[in-house]
């Protein structure tokens, strides 16, 4: 098993509609995570960090963690055509660096 | 404040040949962080810095790749000699604590003919 899974997309939605991203993590020592999104040519960007079972919001974005079925996700709302990148999920390992995924595509279809 | 900073933007060399990237992290970070990126295998982490001292560097390719971290403010890698399978964008990233997220520079891109 792969230390951090994401389905590759690409994931493709229309204009305002809700994006999910989901991601599986295999150490179930780690204790922080985090989403980044990386636009084609650019360097990964930190969009959200979750530490805690449950959901953590920020504006359109939306963090989801459950540490009992190691399964990081993210939402996004009301998606635009900027959104369109790939989204990278990282996961602190306990030996303290950072296991990131493959990344999903996403594309936002006006 | 200024973000994680690489050196240079863009690389072609011929195989063969000494390559040196640069990387200034974050000040105040104590952690500094050095991967590769291709298409076939993601983001890779070749070596990993805490308070200056290598920590984990499983994911150094072979022995032709090297890294130092002489002082909290500087960092090189260095490929000698480089091959075309060495051709990725190299990224540096540093952060603050260990829980803390990574901040990336804007990668080199490397080509090696």
């Known amino acids: 098993q792969k230390e951090v899974e994401q389905n590759s997309g690409p994931l493709s939605v229309p204009e305002g509609a809700i994006a999910s991203l989901n991601c599986t993590y295999s150490?179930?020592?780690?204790?922080?995570f985090f989403w980044y999104r990386q636009y084609s040519g650019k360097s990964p960007e930190l969009i959200m960090s979750?530490?805690?079972?449950g959901d953590k919001e920020d504006g359109r974005f939306t963090a989801q963690l459950n540490k009992a079925s190691q399964y990081v996700s993210l939402l996004i709302r009301d998606s635009q055509p900027s959104d369109s990148a790939t989204y990278l999920c990282?996961?602190?390992?306990?030996?303290?660096?950072?296991?990131f995924g493959k990344g999903t595509k996403l594309s936002v279809k006006p | 404040d200024a973000g994680v900073i690489q050196s240079p933007r863009h690389e072609v060399t011929e195989m063969g040949q000494e390559v040196t990237l640069r990387c200034k992290p974050i000040?105040?970070?104590?952690?500094l962080f050095w991967y590769r990126q291709t298409m076939m295998r993601g983001l890779e982490l070749l070596i990993y810095?805490?308070?200056?001292?290598?920590?984990?560097d499983s994911g150094m390719p072979e022995d032709r790749f090297s890294a130092k971290m002489p002082n909290a403010s500087f960092s090189t890698l260095k490929i000698q000699p480089s091959e075309p399978r060495d051709s990725a964008v190299y990224f540096c990233?540093?952060?603050?604590?260990?829980?803390?997220?990574?901040?990336f520079g804007d990668g080199t891109r490397l080509s090696i003919l």
């Open positions: 990233a540093s952060r603050t604590g260990g829980d803390q997220p990574q901040h």
């Open positions: 150490d179930r020592g780690s204790q922080s």
């Open positions: 979750i530490y805690s079972n």
């Open positions: 990282a996961v602190n390992r306990s030996q303290g660096n950072l296991i």
């Open positions: 000040s105040g970070h104590n952690s």
């Open positions: 810095f805490n308070n200056n001292v290598p920590i984990d």
